[in-house]
């Protein structure tokens, strides 16, 4: 059987990839998870290491290394659980949704020393689901989401023997989901109970981004890497809308021109949804790693990562309306009678992040040919002052401690045994991330969280 063209392999590559398209993703932070599993056995000390086709996100530099044609997929399943503990109402609450996420690279060597790549991967994401019937923080929270994909085209060319350089065109693409709860009182009349109404935000925008990178084998003990990625700025544009909880279905009050009104009548009059506007940044990057290789079936990682979180911006979104008249059907006359205007034009929740540093830390070792072996630890910041944590995004100081293994080796022909028409690579990695108790002192919503959450996963490749 003839070695498979590297445009079968590409196209074979496109077909599977369609197939394990990315889904949301849901992390204790934005950037919690790896985006291959052979960087996420190594603790994400993979900078200087770029040596499997998921240096494109690591590392575009490695593709210049990369021989023939490549294709790659990585899965991984996680779950975790972030806990908020109120002394005062002596509970613990938990947030506990699970995640799935999918990605795709491909990249093609057509000349010695020039590397071409395409990765369609999601490096932030976040999610949280408080769906305890107690629960304190509604009007702060009921569940936050934020998921950003980044469709990536890499070209890398080795400079001089050893020393490689790439760049790459970012297309960010960023979907944001919020819902809480919005107070309602009326200044003339007092309502029967504390009225609240659900309120859902949807919102999605794209970007435009670059990364560079340098990749340099000094000598075989001795490989030296660093990345940039440039902020992408993003303006989102969606709608929210309105819910009534059936608590509220009961009351009546005061009508102007009947002689009562039910509540839920009064809520739905009031409430409308609107088109809202947001804009977010995703962090500039830099990113250094060594690796050190003190004898050939043994080597050691180390990575340490800048993010310029301050630059995210603002948890709040603004009515495209909010200058003006949020929802014309509640007249002035029901204005006046009630005591209340329309004032849900800008929500938002407290966020004000601060730049973050991380370390990661692997080690990698050879058994045989084929098989290998490793282990990492990485040491993450916080990106949140106690004073902004709140149960939209209760970012914390954390470790994780993550195994694996992979295989890379010859895949052989189904009608001869002895025939080797690829190699297939395939990794695998368990993770565990512990968070430390961090108290919050927002107002009104003093409580102290905890995080902890485990990942598995798989990543399975071909190189033609």
């Not at 976040?126 to 629960?135: A, C, T, V, Y």
């Not at 919020?178 to 859902?200: G, H, M, S």
């Not at 040491?379 to 944590?389: H, K, L, N």
Request: proline share 6%.
């Amino acid at each position: 059987m003839k070695k498979c063209p590297p445009i079968i392999g590409l196209a074979l590559g496109v077909a599977l990839g369609l197939g394990v398209a990315p889904a949301p993703l849901h992390a204790d932070d934005f950037a919690f998870f790896e985006v291959g599993a052979r960087a996420a056995a190594l603790g994400g000390a993979f900078t200087a290491k770029a040596d499997d086709i998921s240096a494109i996100f690591y590392n575009p530099a490695g593709l210049a290394f990369l021989k023939g044609t490549r294709f790659k997929t990585n899965l991984v399943m996680s779950q975790r659980t972030i806990s908020a503990t109120s002394a005062a109402y002596n509970r613990t609450f938990a947030s506990t949704p699970g995640s799935f996420l999918a990605n795709i690279f491909l990249a093609w060597q057509p000349t010695k020393r020039i590397g071409l790549g395409l990765g369609y991967f999601s490096p932030y994401n976040f999610r949280s689901l408080w769906e305890d019937p107690l629960w304190i923080g509604g009007r702060t929270s009921l569940g936050s989401k934020l998921n950003a994909q980044v469709l990536r085209s890499v070209l890398s060319f080795e400079v001089v023997k050893g020393l490689a350089l790439g760049a790459a065109l970012d297309f960010t693409s960023m979907s944001v989901e919020w819902n809480n709860q919005v107070p309602f009182e009326i200044a003339n009349y007092t309502l029967p109970a504390d009225t609240k109404v659900d309120c859902r935000h949807s919102l999605s925008g794209r970007g435009l981004g670059f990364t560079a990178s340098a990749l340099w084998k000094v000598f075989p003990a001795l490989r030296v890497g660093a990345r940039y990625q440039k902020s992408v700025t993003i303006d989102l544009t969606g709608g929210n809308g309105f819910g009534i909880p059936r608590d509220y279905t009961g009351g009546t009050v005061p009508d102007p021109y009947w002689t009562y009104r039910q509540i839920w009548s009064l809520l739905d009059m009031f409430f409308v949804p609107q088109e809202v506007t947001g804009r977010l940044t995703l962090p500039r990057e830099i990113a250094c790693g060594v690796v050190l290789l003190p004898v050939p079936w043994l080597s050691f990682h180390l990575d340490a990562l800048w993010d310029k979180w301050s630059e995210f911006g603002r948890w709040e979104f603004r009515s495209v309306n909010a200058d003006g008249d949020l929802n014309p059907a509640f007249t002035p006359d029901y204005q006046e009678f009630w005591g209340v205007t329309p004032n849900y034009g800008t929500l938002g929740a407290p966020m004000t992040l601060r730049d973050t540093r991380m370390i990661k830390a692997g080690l990698e070792g050879r058994v045989g040919r084929w098989f290998t072996l490793r282990a990492g630890f990485t040491r993450s910041e916080s990106s949140v002052e106690p004073a902004d944590r709140s149960p939209v995004y209760p970012d914390l100081d954390r470790n994780s401690y993550s195994l694996g293994g992979g295989y890379e080796g010859p895949v052989f022909s189904i009608y001869d045994s002895e025939e080797a028409i690829g190699q297939l690579s395939l990794d695998l990695f368990v993770r565990y991330s512990a968070a430390e108790e961090s108290p919050s002192t927002l107002p009104g919503l003093e409580l102290t969280y905890g995080a902890k959450r485990w990942a598995a996963g798989v990543g399975v490749g071909f190189i033609f």
